[in-house]
């Protein structure tokens, strides 16, 4: 059974950088396509990044390109976003998912993602 807890979130001001860490409960984190997503109000769910398992290979979002960064440490079951140069269209909550051995053209769609954490808010506001 997997496990996600995301944990980082908060309110900073535009132009401030933070950090999110999904720390994964369960086997075989390795084999896992790690990726966030966030959802504002009234909005759909949205890919963020994404980062495979097997390669480390990482996507991300046109929005987002440039600014944030995923990446894992297998040794701590844990995958992490940081997110630099925030912007007020950047408020959402932040939710981890995870799925295992995800294909390419899988990555940025979360209807393909069996397990989810519970979310994390992220404001970004003066």
């Known amino acids: 059974q997997v496990q996600l807890e995301e944990s980082g979130g908060g309110l900073v001001p535009p132009g401030a950088s933070l950090g999110l860490s999904c720390k994964f409960s369960?086997?075989?984190?390795?084999?896992?396509?790690m990726s966030w997503f966030r959802q504002a109000p009234g909005s759909e769910r949205e890919f963020v990044a994404g980062?495979?398992?097997?390669?480390?290979?990482?996507y991300y979002a046109d929005a987002v390109k440039g600014r944030f960064t995923m990446s894992r440490d297998n040794a701590k079951n844990t995958a992490y976003l940081q997110m630099n140069n925030l912007k007020p269209e950047d408020t959402a909550v932040y939710y981890c998912?995870?799925?295992?051995?995800?294909?390419?053209?899988?990555?940025?769609?979360?209807?393909?993602?069996?397990?989810w954490g519970q979310g994390t808010q992220v404001t970004v506001s003066s």
């Open positions: 998912a995870a799925d295992r051995q995800l294909i390419t053209s899988s990555v940025r769609l979360h209807n393909q993602y069996d397990y």
């Open positions: 369960g086997s075989a984190f390795r084999t896992y396509t």
């Open positions: 980062i495979k398992g097997s390669s480390s290979s990482t």
